[in-house]
């Protein structure tokens, strides 16, 4: 068990977590909030996020990535502590789980009277599981062409926040993007934080990451937009939904994440980008708990 558990790397799911949080405390804002619905999101998301975590095991494993110069924590198959066969038989039995997850959660959201609705969100659904899967996965993996970025805006952002939103309203406000791509970005700076760190090993193994492409120079100018626009954004959204005082609650945990970019902007070494990703991670769920919370406080 204990294996398992270091393979699933539950240190990463208080980002993935950090849209649904959110999504359901702005229904909560708005009238809409239904704890069932609000914990089985948080389950299908923790199922998403473990299924990823081991198809990236299995995909840098199966590719070479995984090899004595990677900076970051040792993986499972790398490790010796689990094969490859075993990681593909937990990968399809965790799709499984995911999938069913998500099935009693929309079934439940929507009841069986809005077929459209559950249609739409178990094909989101599979997509959800293919991408988690195709990250590093397979001869056409996304995450080796750069790619990585556009799905954690999608997924983290726009299908955290406002499919999770339109869960528990059955409609959805246009203004619901601020927020959505604020969470994208920052995700997104999570994983440009992993990026920089490898960048030496991506390259060798023909991992063609952003900051492979653009160099870390250039990294770390994209890492500064990221940091910074979700703090304009949200502002963009506040105005839109005046309520209270409480709305600017979220500068508290962005005075971390403020603290956070002037450290990357200084690292030289890539070892050192190692430790600001659990940082920029926890900050971020912060943020999006913090924001939430100024939202429901009014």
């Known amino acids: 068990m204990k294996k398992w558990i270091q393979a ?10 950090a849209g649904i ?5 702005l229904a909560k804002a ?26 990236n095991d299995y995909g840098d494993a199966e590719k070479g990535t ?12 790398q490790s010796g502590l689990i094969t490859k066969k075993q990681m593909k038989k937990a990968i399809y039995i965790t799709a499984l789980f995911s999938f069913v997850s998500a099935l009693i959660l929309v079934l439940y959201s929507f009841g069986l009277k809005h077929w459209l609705s559950i249609l739409a969100y178990l094909i989101l659904g599979i997509a959800s599981i293919v991408a988690a899967i195709k990250y590093t996965v397979g001869k056409s993996a996304y995450g080796y062409y750069g790619m990585g970025d556009f799905f954690v805006l999608i997924f983290f952002g726009f299908v955290s ?4 939103y339109f869960l528990y309203a059955k409609a959805l406000d246009w203004t619901l993007v601020f927020p959505a791509v604020s969470i994208g970005f920052l995700s997104m700076g999570v994983l440009n934080l992993n990026n920089m760190r490898d960048i030496e090993n991506d390259r060798t193994s023909d991992k063609n990451t952003i ?56 690292i030289h070494n890539p070892k050192d980008f190692d ?6 991670a926890i900050a971020t769920f912060l943020f999006a708990l913090f924001f939430g919370l100024g939202q429901v406080l009014h």
């Open 161 to 164: 926040i406002m499919g999770g």
């Open 30 to 55: 708005d009238g809409y909030f239904n704890w069932l619905i609000f914990i089985l999101s948080i389950l299908t998301a923790s199922l998403f996020q473990i299924l990823s975590n081991f198809a």
């Open 66 to 77: 995984d090899n004595e110069q990677r900076i970051g924590p040792e993986r499972a198959i």
């Open 275 to 280: 430790p600001e990703l659990k940082k920029l």
């Open 211 to 266: 900051p492979v492409k653009i160099g870390i120079d250039n990294a770390k100018k994209y890492h500064i937009l990221l940091m910074i626009l979700p703090l304009f954004l949200v502002q963009a959204y506040n105005i839109h939904h005046l309520r209270s005082y409480w709305q600017w609650l979220f500068i508290l945990p962005y005075i971390l994440i403020l603290k956070h970019t002037v450290r990357v902007i200084n």
């Open 8 to 17: 699933a790397r539950l240190r990463t799911l208080p980002l993935s977590l």
């Open 21 to 25: 949080v959110l999504a359901g405390l």
